[in-house]
C-alpha cells in the first residue's frame, strides 16, 4: 500500500507515526516532510495546496489513500478534484469543508438545527455590527468567519475592545479576504475540550476527548495561538457527555449535511465549551487539530488506517468503537519566542539523543527544517514533546522533562498544560 501524507507539521508527524505503527509495510510519502517525519517517508515536493499537482502524483504513483492535514487544501476542494479522478482520499469535500472555512455557515447550520451554541449575528459592514455590539452585553467574541490559522476569534471583555475587533477586520482589512464577514458571538463560560470525529457521512467514531491550551500565556492569558499544548484523557469528559456530544452535535450536523447533499467524510472536530447547561459548539474543524492529535493518536490502540481506508473509499464505518490505552498523554509545544506575533527563524536546536529512544516520551517535529548537519527552527511552533503515563501528573513530568532537555534560542512553553485538571485534583 502506498500512503500519501499532505502536509508537514507537528499533526501530520503524529499521523504518519501511527499510519506507519498500523501498516509497517506501508510505503509513505509526504508533501515536504519536516525533519522528524523524514525517516519515515519519501517527500514530494509539491505544496499541500497544490491541488492539481497532487492528484496528478498521487495518480501517476499509484497512491493508494491520501491523507490531508491541513484545511486549506480542503476549503479548496482537493477532495473534489481526488474524487473527479478516482483517487481515494481522507477529508470532506469542499461543501462540507465549509463548516470551518466559513464560520458564518456553521453558525447558521447550528442555529437551524438547535444544536447548542452561543446566541450570534453575522455582519458584512461595521455599521451593523456597531449597532450590535453597542445593543448586546460585553463580554463578547468576534470572529473572522474566514479562515484565520486559528487566531481570527477576538474574546472582548468591553463594548470598546469589542468595536476595536469589529472594526479591524470589516474596516482595517487586517484579517483579509477572512474578516470581510464577521460573525459576534456571546461569550460562554466553561472548559474547551476537543472530540474528533471519523464520520463516512452518516456514522460517526468518536476519539478519545482531549483539551487544547489555545492561548500563549500560563493560565490561558494573552493572544491566541495554534494551540500551545494539550491532553487526554480528560476527567471533565464523562461518557454521557461524549454521548450528548453525539446525540445532539455530531449526528444532527452530519445528518443536516447529508440531506444537503454534501456529506461530510473525514474527521469532523467539534470544538466544545462545557457550560452548565451541557457542551456548547465554539467552532467545527474539518480536519485534525493540532496539538490535540499528538495526544489522542498515541493512544489509540486499534487501527486508524483502517477507518481511513472505508471512509476515503466511500464506504461505510460501524461504530463498533476504537480501543484505546488506559495511559494519559500530555504535550507541551515548543514555540519560537514572539509567536503568535513575528519570530526568528533559523535558531540550532539541540536534542540528546538518549531523548528519542524513550517509549514514555515522543517527539513530534512542527516548524524544524535541517541546515548542514544542523537542526534549526523554521516556523512558531517547533516541536511537540509528548509525555506518556500513568496518570496526568506522569504524563506531565516526562513531558516537562523532555521540554527541559531540548535546547533552541527563545524556546518558549507552558508549563502548566492540564492545569484545569489538575485544580479540579486538588479541589
Ligand atoms: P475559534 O477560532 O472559534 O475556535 O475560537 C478560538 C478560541 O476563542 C476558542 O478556542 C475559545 O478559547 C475562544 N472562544 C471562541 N468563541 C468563544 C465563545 N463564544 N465563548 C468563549 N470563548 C470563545
Ligand atoms: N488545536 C486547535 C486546532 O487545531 O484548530
Request: overall charge negative; proline content about 7%.
Amino acid at each position: 500500500m502506498r500512503i500519501l501524507i499532505v502536509g508537514n507539521g507537528g499533526r501530520e508527524h503524529a499521523l504518519l507515526w501511527k499510519l506507519r505503527a498500523d501498516a509497517p509495510a506501508a510505503e509513505f510519502f509526504a508533501t515536504r516532510p519536516n525533519p522528524g517525519m523524514l525517516p519515515g517517508c519519501t517527500p514530494v515536493d509539491l505544496a499541500p495546496t497544490d491541488v492539481e499537482g497532487l492528484a496528478g502524483w498521487a495518480d501517476a504513483n499509484g497512491i493508494s489513500l491520501t491523507v490531508v492535514g491541513p484545511e486549506i487544501p480542503l476549503a479548496r476542494g482537493i477532495a473534489d478534484t481526488f474524487r473527479r479522478r478516482g483517487l481515494p482520499l481522507f477529508g470532506p469535500m469542499a461543501a462540507a469543508a465549509r463548516i470551518e472555512s466559513s464560520k458564518a455557515f456553521a453558525k447558521e447550520l447550528m442555529k437551524r438545527l438547535e444544536v447548542p451554541t452561543a446566541a450570534h449575528a453575522c455582519f458584512r459592514s461595521f455599521a451593523e455590527a456597531e449597532g450590535f455590539i453597542r445593543e448586546t452585553p460585553a463580554p463578547l467574541v468576534v470572529k473572522a468567519s474566514g479562515l484565520a490559522a486559528g487566531k481570527g476569534a477576538i474574546v472582548c471583555s468591553s463594548t470598546e475592545e469589542a468595536l476595536d475587533a469589529a472594526r479591524a477586520m470589516l474596516e482595517s482589512g487586517e484579517f483579509g479576504e477572512a474578516g470581510a464577514e464577521v460573525v459576534v458571538e456571546e461569550f460562554m463560560e466553561g472548559e474547551e475540550l476537543s472530540i474528533f470525529g471519523i464520520t463516512d457521512g452518516r456514522h460517526v467514531t468518536l476519539l478519545l476527548p482531549s483539551q487544547d491550551h489555545k492561548p500563549i500565556g500560563e493560565g490561558d492569558t494573552g493572544p491566541n495561538t495554534g494551540g500551545m499544548g494539550a491532553y487526554a484523557p480528560v476527567p471533565l469528559a464523562s461518557p454521557g457527555l461524549v454521548d450528548e456530544a453525539r446525540d445532539r452535535i455530531f449526528l444532527p450536523v452530519l445528518d443536516a449535511l447529508e440531506r444537503a447533499a454534501t456529506p461530510f467524510r473525514g474527521l469532523l472536530y467539534a470544538g466544545l465549551m462545557v457550560t452548565p447547561e451541557g457542551p456548547k459548539v465554539v467552532e467545527f474543524n474539518c480536519r485534525f487539530g493540532d496539538p490535540e492529535t499528538q495526544v489522542v493518536l498515541p493512544l489509540m490502540e486499534s487501527p486508524l488506517l483502517e477507518l481511513m481506508v472505508a471512509v476515503a473509499r466511500g464506504g461505510r464505518i460501524d461504530d463498533t468503537g476504537t480501543h484505546w490505552s488506559t495511559r494519559t498523554a500530555l504535550n507541551t509545544v515548543l514555540a519560537s519566542e514572539g509567536y503568535p506575533g513575528d519570530y526568528e527563524k533559523g535558531h540550532e536546536i539541540q536534542i540528546p539523543p538518549e531523548l528519542t529512544e524513550r517509549d514514555d516520551l515522543l517527539l513530534f517535529h512542527a516548524g524544524t527544517r535541517t541546515e548542514g548537519d544542523r537542526l534549526v527552527t523554521s516556523g512558531g511552533r517547533v516541536l511537540s514533546v509528548v509525555g506518556l503515563g500513568r496518570n496526568l501528573e506522569e504524563a506531565r513530568a516526562r513531558s516537562l522533562e523532555g521540554v527541559e532537555a531540548i535546547d533552541f534560542e527563545g524556546k518558549t512553553f507552558r508549563s502548566d498544560i492540564g492545569f484545569r485538571a489538575f485544580a479540579r485534583d486538588e479541589a
